[in-house]
């Protein structure tokens, strides 16, 4: 596995990747409606492409195919993260996170997590704020305020 930065062209694969792997990775935690919701309709690909470039985006490789993508701000704040389905549990999104946290001088690292994501972050340090309800397409769907704080001294 190989990890590299995001270039433009790399968008439409990653938007693919990211509907494919909500439709299916999180379907045993979320209804019908609320993967539809979530992951049912275009991808708006100019705007993600904006946010991709705005942020420190990392693309995971397996033999030149794309296997998962991460992103974080300048502030600590990890937007998106996604592991192909086939290659859940491989250490995918662990080395995307700790290239993310290792990369960006914040003092503490915060994400919204989806239920199935939470016992990720969970094992990775990241303690829950709170619980929150948020609409896509006006059906409600919960996720996970979560915060890793810095460890004073070193990069994680």
Known sequence: MELRRYTPGDCPAMAALFQETVRTVNAADYAPEQLT????GEVDLPAWDRS???????????????????????SGYLDRLYVRRDHLR?????????????????PRFVTHA?????PFFAHR?????????VQRRGVTLTNFVMEKRRQSGKSN
Do not use: K, N, P
């Not at 919701?37 to 049912?40: H, S, T």
């Not at 491989?90 to 914040?106: F, I, M, N, P």
């Open 52 to 74: 991709f470039r705005a942020h420190l985006t990392l693309l995971a490789e397996e033999a030149g195919e794309l296997i998962g993508f991460a992103d974080m701000d300048a």
């Open 125 to 133: 340090g990241y303690r829950l704020l709170r619980e929150q309800q």
């Open 90 to 106: 491989q250490g995918v999104a662990t080395a995307l996170c700790d290239a993310l946290e290792a990369a960006v001088d914040a």
């Open 114 to 118: 989806s239920i199935t994501a939470r």
């Open 37 to 40: 919701a979530w992951a049912g």
